[in-house]
């Protein structure tokens, strides 16, 4: 059951109140936003501090900040403009710190499985040790003052990635989100905003921050995710019996493990499938978390950043099959 | 509930205030009343537009002739808030306030935060605290002038000695 959920992760926005927020802030603003807080933090809890990278986005070249948009670790809207911009990253890659994103900081904790307090936790400690060195923008009525007043109040977006084949497969997921959406939830594809779902990969997110609490809208989002669970292993038990299933996921490992080229599209699909076998107990000699790590690994900037090499679209197909070949012989 | 003005049936929802050649007229209508001779909710088409717009979220709610006013620390108007969908700044919140509002009702609900508090929201109150003393006297002072002006001196003794008592413990 615990496959289902692949990863947690607990956003907080805040911003300075002595600074335009970044749409309406000078290319020197932005310059002393993002050195006040680099200071807040390295002048901080040296504990914390001494883990962190400090990036300028636009000393990356565009692979390397794409990658960063693959493992999560930034938006595409972050990468779409890296004047003004810079990242604090933890060197475990769990824990950073976007500054000039929508808001002068977006904090972002991810963990594996589904640990929505524990993320919550470590967000709000970070949070709290920027506080005390910063001020920011905050309202009693309206709590933390966003860009946009979608994130006014707890500035928080917390989510759970789900890997959700069976329900997709019997197309129950569009039903699911209509629910949702009355209790302050929303589910998409985890690609985020405005993306199709790929290797039946979606993100489970609060909807509301104005009027909650984090702790009830962590909790609310912590039953729903696991009634989708409960849900998901179900519609698995229903499917996995099938010789058609059983079939499909049988070949989805015998392409990945012999095809010389591969596209990123087929690859996660193919993935997938081979997830849904690890859970039903059909695929004994891969892990679920082998396949996590390749769903991420096959991805174009970040296999490109990992070879160390750009590609043409045609040899990096090529470098993902053998990629593939190679992890799962 | 008041009855509608025109049909006399159902419950009044809307209030119609005009003035025609200075004469001033004002009447309640139900809602279907209300549509049929034209009253429709100025705001009515908001909702439909919020859905999946993020820019519009406040572009049905600007008054014409307050657009000009730019928010003194960072410059943004109403009109450019309600197009981009973004806030200027902290004090923009503050400052477009009432237009903002509707807005926020629409999305959060009619809500209050009640979440985690950030240390600068403290440290006002904790400046608040210092000053009623001050505020109170000169509140009294108030009271005082008017309780004379209205020649109610027996208040005006009260407010007196106790801002002689209230003084006197400085």
Redesign the interface.
Known sequence: MSDIVISTRVRLARNLKDYPFPCRLSRQGREKVIESVRDALINGNSAIAGDFKFIKMNGLDPQQSVSLVEKHLVSPEFISDSEGRALLLSKDESLSIMLNEEDHIRLQVIKKGLALEEAYDIADKLDTLLDERLEFAFDERLGYLTQCPTNLGTGMRASVMLHLPALEKSKVISRISGNLSKLGLIIRGAHGEGTEPKGAMYQLSNQITLGISEKAAIENLKNIANQLMIQEEQARERICSSIDVRDTIARSLGILRSALVITHDEALKLLSNVRLGISSGQIKDVTAAQVDELMTAVEPATLSVNLGKSLSPHDRDIERATLLRTKLA | MRKCDKCGAQNATTHVKTIINGELTEYDLCSACAHKLGYTNVFSDMESDFSNL?GS?FGNVLPARTQSTRCE????TYAEIAN???????NC??LFADR?NP??VR???N???????????EQEKAAEKEKPKQDTVKDLQEQLEKAVARQDFERAAELRDKIREMEGSK
């Open positions: 993020l979220f620390f960072c410059g943004t981009s969908g973004h806030v200027g700044c902290a919140y503050t903002l807005s926020i999305i959060h609900g809500a209050a935060h009640c979440g985690k508090h950030s240390k600068a929201l």
